[in-house]
């Protein structure tokens, strides 16, 4: 896994808002967002995002969101973001309520790898 920055950049008790940028083939890991609802605003480059299914040990094919799109999140979603371009990608995120997230071993899914 490649790294990755994650700035807090306003928190209160009800809700977080969070700037991520990853550089070109940065990943986050295979996380969810606990009890929280995310909406995420790509701001600039590309990311690609890999749903999972835990219950049915089952995964997704990439999903390519670009510049512009906004995606919501459900509490309970699991996945992993990548960046396969040649730029960073910048991502604003908003939580509510703040963000406590799991993070799984790729393992616990019929996953062969990329």
Not at 19 to 34: R, Y
Not at 44 to 67: F, L
């Amino acid at each position: 896994m490649s790294d990755y920055d994650r700035k807090i950049i306003y928190e209160d008790d009800d809700k977080q808002v969070v700037l991520i940028t990853l550089p070109p083939g940065a990943e986050t890991p295979i996380h969810d967002h606990g009890v929280s609802i995310g909406v995420v605003h790509i701001l600039s480059g590309e990311i690609s995002e890999r749903q999972y299914r835990p219950r049915t040990c089952d995964w997704s094919m990439w999903i390519k969101c670009v510049a512009g799109e906004t995606v919501r999140e459900s509490p309970g979603y699991i996945h992993k973001v990548k960046n396969f371009g040649d730029k960073s990608a910048v991502m604003l995120n908003i939580y509510y309520p703040p963000l406590h997230m799991n993070v799984y071993a790729p393992e616990i899914f019929d996953y062969p790898g990329e």
